[in-house]
């Protein structure tokens, strides 16, 4: 927080620096922790919505992964940079780093959501069904029992990814 201040600029008798002159190891860092740390998240739930049970979540989770992860990262990057000025209201401006970050962040779940598929189809059914033996709803079932351990399972995937994501911000 300290360095995105300190490269902002505004503070300390700092001129402000606008995010289109920022460059390098800062840039790849922060766009691969901001996408990862927000594509998990959303991954997770991709995941899950694409073994689900409820076939509207079902159909729009494998429908938002098969249509990222079909697509080149440099086609959404351009789209992102591109296109989407042209399409928002005029005076309507979104900074063009933070446009990048949202692509990469999208990307990335998309990725991640096939990651956490796998651990989730490597975990035993017995496992589930112990859980709903104990008298554990789903979400208790599953954020306490089923997550932990796929979680656990794709710890290797998970770090080729994370790697590939660093790799990827060379393309911003």
Do not use: H
């Amino acid at each position: 927080a300290a360095g995105l201040l300190l490269m902002q600029g505004g503070v300390f008798g700092l001129a402000r620096v606008p995010t289109s002159s920022w460059g390098g190891l800062p840039i790849t860092l922060l766009l691969a922790v901001c996408a990862l740390g927000a594509g998990l998240p959303l991954g997770v739930l991709l995941a899950l919505g694409r073994r689900g049970s409820l076939p509207t979540a079902r159909f729009i989770s494998i429908g938002v992964i098969e249509l990222i992860r079909g697509l080149p990262l440099v086609s959404l990057l351009f789209m992102a940079s591109i296109v989407l000025p042209i399409m928002l209201p005029a005076g309507m401006t979104i900074d063009s780093l933070l446009r990048a970050g949202i692509a990469l962040t999208v990307f990335s779940a998309a990725y991640l959501a096939e990651v956490i598929r796998g651990g989730l189809q490597a975990i035993p059914p017995g496992q589930a069904e112990a859980s709903r033996a104990l008298g554990l709803s789903w979400w208790q079932m599953t954020r306490l029992v089923v997550l932990p351990q796929a979680l656990r399972k794709v710890i290797a995937p998970l770090t080729n990814t994370a790697i590939v994501m660093i790799k990827n911000t060379s393309l911003v």
